[in-house]
């Protein structure tokens, strides 16, 4: 299993709930979360996958997705840093 993670300075606040339903249609995504530091505004997002294979189909979906709602005809902040992490305790 392999985390994606990114930090936001600060997390965005707008719709974002699209990208994790996009995610949440791959098989092989195991879960994705946006977590936000309430005195910061800063914040991660988090996400879980089987593998190499089943990160690649998320990021596919949700590029897919996002051109399908126009999401790019728009400026939107990016995280500051993404890292993705090899998993090696689970619950």
């Given at each position: 299993m392999i985390a994606r993670?990114?930090?936001w300075e600060p997390m965005p606040t707008d719709d974002r709930g699209w990208v994790l339903d996009a995610a949440a249609t791959v098989p092989g995504v195991h879960?994705?979360?946006h977590l936000v530091d309430p005195a910061?505004?800063?914040?991660l997002s988090v996400?879980?996958?089987?593998?190499e294979a089943a990160a690649q189909a998320a990021r596919r979906?949700?590029?897919?997705?996002?051109?399908?709602?126009g999401?790019?005809?728009a400026p939107h902040p990016?995280?500051?840093?993404?890292t993705?992490?090899?998993?090696?305790r689970q619950m």
């Amino acid at each position: 299993m392999i985390a994606r993670v990114a930090v936001w300075e600060p997390m965005p606040t707008d719709d974002r709930g699209w990208v994790l339903d996009a995610a949440a249609t791959v098989p092989g995504v195991h879960g994705a979360y946006h977590l936000v530091d309430p005195a910061t505004g800063n914040g991660l997002s988090v996400a879980f996958f089987e593998d190499e294979a089943a990160a690649q189909a998320a990021r596919r979906a949700i590029a897919k997705r996002a051109e399908e709602i126009g999401w790019h005809n728009a400026p939107h902040p990016a995280p500051v840093s993404e890292t993705m992490y090899q998993v090696v305790r689970q619950m």
